[in-house]
C-alpha cells in the first residue's frame, strides 16, 4: 500500500468491523484453524502465535454497538467494556471464536472470565495472570509456570506441541513488530503532523486483529507513506494522554482533542504489542525468557505493582519528557477503580516535575465530545499562554 488513505482504508475496516469478517475469513481458509481472543490490557501473543492460532483483540463494543444483554450481567457502576464485550458474545459476533484470554487487569475482567465459562462452555476459557512481584527468583518462578500452564492449554486446543523453536520463531517475529511500533511512535513524537493519533491509533487497533506478519508491512508501509505525503504542521501543543490502558476512547474523543489544538505525542492506547520495551531474547529457554522481559523491561500501568511509593509517576514523568510533551491529559474510563486510584499518585508526581496537567472521564460509547474538546482547547491555549 503506497499512501497513508490505502493503510487506512484498510485499518479502519478491521477497525470498525465487530462481526470481525477478516479473522473469520483467516479461520476459515484453512480446516483446523483456530482463533484465539484477548481482552487488554496484555497477553503474550507470541504463545498464541507459536501454537498457530491468530491473537484476535477483543476490546469491547465501542461506541458502535448497544448493550442491551450485557446489562442483565454486570451491575451498573462498573467500567462499560465487560458489558460490551458479553453483548458481542451474546449476539453472536464471537461465535467462530475457539478460546478467550482474560488477563489480569482488575476484578472485573478476572469475574468476566468466570462468566465467560458459565456462558459459553464449549470455548476454552483462561484467565492469564501475571506477577506483582518483580523479583525473578518469586515472580519470574511463577511467570514461567503460568507461561506454561497456557502453552499446554494451548496445546490442548490445537492438539499440537508447540516446540521452543516454534515459540523462538515467534518472539522473533513480535520483537521486529515491537520494533517498528516503536519506530512508528518516536515518528509522530518528531512530527506530530504527519502521523496523527487518530491515524496510528487505528493502525494499532488493527494490528491486534490480523497477522502479525501483515501488520510489520503496515507498519513500514504507513511511516514511508507519511514521510512523503506533505501535511500542514499547525502551531498545536504536544500532549500525552495516558489512564486509557484498558477500555479504550471512541476515536471521536481523540480527534476531538487533535481537533482543539493538541498533538498527541504520547498515549498509553491498546497497549498489548508495545507492552514490553525491549526484544525478548531468542535464545535459551523461550518461557524464562519472556518472564524475565517481562519483570525487567515492561511500561508501568495502574494494573502492574510499583514496589516503592517514590517511584509511582517516574515512568510517567520521563515518558513526558522523552516524547517532548508540554502537559499531561489523564483521561479515564468512568468506574475503572485502577485508573482513578492511580489518578491522584501520579497527578501529583506531574506537579513535583512541573508538567501541567488535566483529567477527565470517558466511556467507550461517549458521544458528546463538545465538553471534552472545551477542555482541551482551553488546555491548550492554557500552555501556550503560560508554559
Not at 144 to 153: A, D, T
Not at 286 to 313: I, N, R, W
Request: charged share 25%.
Amino acid at each position: 500500500m503506497s499512501s497513508t488513505a490505502e493503510i487506512m482504508a484498510r485499518c479502519q475496516g478491521l477497525f470498525e468491523d465487530l462481526n470481525y469478517s477478516d479473522a473469520r475469513a483467516w479461520k476459515a481458509k484453512v480446516p483446523g484453524r483456530k482463533v484465539v481472543g484477548f481482552l487488554p490490557v496484555y497477553v503474550p501473543l507470541e504463545m498464541v502465535h507459536a501454537a498457530g492460532c491468530l491473537p484476535l483483540g477483543i476490546f469491547g463494543g465501542g461506541d458502535q454497538l448497544e448493550v442491551i444483554h450485557g446489562d442483565a450481567y454486570y451491575q451498573s457502576y462498573i467500567c462499560r467494556i465487560p458489558r460490551s464485550t458479553i453483548e458481542l458474545g451474546v449476539t453472536g459476533r464471537l461465535d467462530f471464536v475457539d478460546g478467550m484470554l482474560f488477563p489480569f487487569v482488575c476484578d472485573v475482567i478476572r469475574n468476566l472470565s468466570g462468566i465467560w465459562k458459565m456462558m459459553f462452555p464449549n470455548v476454552w476459557t483462561k484467565f492469564f495472570d501475571t506477577p506483582q512481584n518483580f523479583d525473578s527468583s518469586i515472580g519470574g518462578t511463577y511467570y514461567v509456570h503460568e507461561l506454561q500452564e497456557l502453552r499446554e492449554g494451548l496445546e490442548n486446543l490445537t492438539g499440537r506441541k508447540i516446540t521452543d523453536d516454534d515459540l523462538r520463531r515467534s518472539i522473533k517475529l513480535y520483537n521486529e513488530n515491537r520494533r517498528l511500533i516503536r519506530e512508528v511512535y518516536a515518528f509522530r513524537a518528531r512530527e506530530p503532523w504527519r502521523a496523527p493519533t487518530s491515524e496510528v491509533y487505528v493502525i494499532m487497533r488493527a494490528g491486534l486483529m490480523m497477522e502479525v506478519e501483515e501488520h510489520n508491512q503496515i507498519l513500514r508501509d504507513y511511516m514511508d507513506a507519511a514521510a512523503r505525503e506533505d501535511r500542514p504542521q499547525r502551531d498545536n501543543v504536544r500532549v500525552a494522554i495516558y489512564g486509557s490502558f484498558c477500555e479504550q476512547p471512541p476515536l471521536n474523543l481523540i480527534k476531538s482533542v487533535e481537533m482543539a489544538g493538541c498533538y498527541v505525542v504520547d498515549d498509553d492506547y491498546s497497549l498489548v504489542n508495545r507492552f514490553l520495551t525491549e526484544d525478548v531474547p531468542t535464545d535459551g529457554d523461550p518461557l524464562a525468557a519472556l518472564a524475565e522481559t517481562y519483570l525487567k523491561h515492561s511500561v508501568e500501568t495502574s494494573c502492574k505493582y510499583v514496589p516503592k511509593e517514590e517511584d509511582k509517576g517516574k515512568f510517567h514523568v520521563e515518558s513526558v519528557r522523552k516524547s517532548g510533551a508540554e502537559g499531561v491529559i489523564y483521561a479515564t474510563p468512568s468506574f475503572c477503580d485502577p485508573a482513578l486510584l492511580d489518578r491522584p499518585m501520579i497527578a501529583h508526581r506531574l506537579t513535583e516535575a512541573g508538567i501541567p496537567h488535566i483529567n477527565f472521564k470517558y466511556a467507550e460509547n461517549s458521544g458528546q465530545m463538545q465538553p471534552i474538546r472545551e477542555q482541551a482547547g482551553t488546555f491548550a491555549d492554557s500552555l501556550k499562554l503560560w508554559s
